[in-house]
Nanobody
Framework: QVQLVESGGGLVLPGGSLRLSCAASGRTLSDFTMGWFRQTPGKERTFVATINHLGGRSYQGDAVARTAISLDKARNTLYLQINDLQPTDTAVYYC??????????????????WGQGTQVIVSA
C-alpha cells in the first residue's frame, strides 16, 4: 500500500504561483497512475491533472494553460505547478493514486488511494 502526503499549499496573492508536492511512501509511484484533484466546501471533488508511468499527461480543460503535473521518480514525489493563481483556484488540493495504465485517468472513482489534502487560498 502507498501512503500519500501533500504539502506546499498556503496563502498566495492573485497572479502568484505555487508548487504542490505529494510525497509517497510504501510503494514507488511508477506503479500507479497519479492524479491531482481539488475541492471547495459544499462542492464535489474535481479533476485537475493526471500523469501515467509513461509520462502521459491530461489536464482539466481550463487548467491546461496554467498547470503542470510532473513526477520525480528519484524522490518518489508527485508535483503540481499552478501559475497565475486566481481566487477561483482556492480549494483543498488532493493527490491520488490509481491503477497503472498506459492511458489516463480522470474520474474520482478511478483512484483508490488519496492523500489528506493541502489547502490553497488565493486572496489579496
Amino acid at each position: 500500500q502507498v501512503q500519500l502526503v501533500e504539502s506546499g499549499g498556503g496563502l498566495v496573492l492573485p497572479g502568484g504561483s505555487l508548487r504542490l508536492s505529494c510525497a509517497a511512501s510504501g510503494r514507488t509511484l511508477s506503479d500507479f497512475t497519479m492524479g491531482w484533484f481539488r475541492q471547495t466546501p459544499g462542492k464535489e471533488r474535481t479533476f485537475v491533472a493526471t500523469i501515467n508511468h509513461l509520462g502521459g499527461r491530461s489536464y482539466q480543460g481550463d487548467a491546461v494553460a496554467r498547470t503542470a503535473i510532473s513526477l520525480d521518480k528519484a524522490r518518489n514525489t508527485l508535483y503540481l505547478q499552478i501559475n497565475d493563481l486566481q481566487p477561483t483556484d482556492t480549494a483543498v488540493y488532493y493527490c491520488a493514486a490509481g491503477p497503472k495504465t498506459d492511458g489516463v485517468l480522470s474520474k474520482i472513482s478511478d483512484f483508490g488511494i488519496w492523500g489528506q489534502g493541502t489547502q490553497v487560498i488565493v486572496s489579496a
